[in-house]
């Protein structure tokens, strides 16, 4: 019943800038972290950001000059801004939220893509 919805994903040139969405819907629980993860053709899934719902920020050191993330308009949400990208931001972005629930609960969403040319 919980869904992860991510958007805002595209094609982009070297240098531009990108900012994804991500809406938590179908739950009555705050979030206890939400988060962002890239996953490169051929690579694994790794965090880029994420934060967490007393507000700690935790940003990957290759991007940290160049993304943010914060929280949305929404109670459950979020969003990464992403300036100056490269090449290698190439991907799907995935977005996996964990619930103040009894079990905490976490849920991922079903990506958006991100495609910088040069």
């Known amino acids: 019943q919980v869904q992860v919805a991510e958007s805002g994903g595209g094609l982009v040139q070297a240098g531009g800038s990108l900012r994804l969405s991500c809406v938590v819907s179908?739950?009555?629980?705050?979030?206890?972290?939400m988060g962002w993860y890239h996953q490169a053709p051929g690579n694994q899934r790794e965090l880029v950001a994420s934060i967490t719902g007393t507000g700690d920020i935790t940003l990957r050191e290759s991007v940290k000059s160049r993304f943010t993330i914060s929280r949305g308009n929404a109670k459950n949400s979020v969003t990464l801004q992403m300036n100056s990208l490269k090449p290698e931001d190439t991907g799907v972005y995935y977005c996996r939220a964990v619930m103040t629930s009894d079990y905490y609960e976490a849920y991922w969403g079903q990506g958006t893509r991100v495609t910088v040319s040069t």
């Open positions: 179908g739950t009555i629980f705050n979030f206890a972290t």
